[in-house]
């Protein structure tokens, strides 16, 4: 089975700390995404990268960093965290196109700013 | 900017029921039209999907339902049973030349009642 994880589901964290959200795959896929789903809006693309060091900002980028020095771990960093990020962080990872569609989650990181 | 519109936003559906849950797009350049279920304290999980040259696929009780010319698309849940309860997100798929990218819908509850 392919398995996504996320190395914390509940995090809370005071306004201005810096937050690091940690995600590993075990399926050798070249691609790697994280989105906030937040109710009513679905899921929103934050930042995703094809290759290792290889990232392209998605479509809510602002205030988020990522770093991805191996295949398999994709971080997720916000370098000073603020009330209007407290969301459902999920990672995702998938195949390269045109093999495959089919995105893989992870359980998700709840993360609260206070 | 929604890139991909779903409706409702909830669904109370008795057992037996159909269930029907409506998305559509705007933009042509989107190739594939995947479905995913998610669980509560899951991540989302691919249920069914479809390339724009079919106008059905089928898979058990569940059906998606393709328009091309009306860029709309419909998942159809026969038959719908206690443990499809869930939310639903429609998604489209947009290759950028450097990874596939999945554009998502902003989900619907579905609640089947016994």
């Known amino acids: 089975d392919v398995k996504v994880t996320q190395s914390s589901r509940y995090l809370v964290k005071r306004t201005g700390e810096k937050v690091f959200l940690e995600c590993v795959q075990d399926m050798d896929h070249e691609n790697m995404f994280w989105y906030r789903q937040d109710p009513g809006l679905g899921l929103r693309l934050i930042y995703f990268s094809y290759d290792v060091k290889m990232k392209e900002k998605g479509d809510i980028p602002e205030g988020y960093s990522v770093s991805r020095e191996k295949k398999e771990r994709f971080s997720l960093i916000l370098e000073s965290a603020s009330t209007n990020q407290t969301s459902m962080y999920l990672c995702a990872s998938g195949d390269s196109f045109p093999l495959s569609g089919e995105l893989f989650f992870g359980e998700g990181s709840r993360l609260t700013v206070l | 900017q929604q890139q991909v519109k779903q409706s409702p936003q909830s669904l109370i559906v008795q057992k037996g029921g159909i269930s029907i849950i409506n998305c559509a797009y705007e933009?042509?350049?989107?190739?594939?039209f995947p479905w995913y279920q998610q669980f509560p304290g899951k991540g989302p999980a691919l249920l069914i999907a479809?390339?724009?040259?079919?106008s059905e696929k089928k898979e058990g009780r569940f059906t998606i339902s393709f328009n091309k010319s009306a860029k709309q698309f419909s998942l159809h849940i026969m038959d719908s049973q206690p443990g499809d309860s869930a939310t639903y997100f429609c998604?489209?798929?947009?290759?950028?030349?450097?990874?596939?990218?999945?554009?998502f819908g902003t989900g619907t509850r579905l609640q089947v009642t016994l």
């Open positions: 998604a489209a798929r947009k290759n950028t030349g450097t990874a596939s990218k999945l554009t």
């Open positions: 933009n042509t350049a989107f190739d594939y």
């Open positions: 479809i390339r724009p040259d079919v």
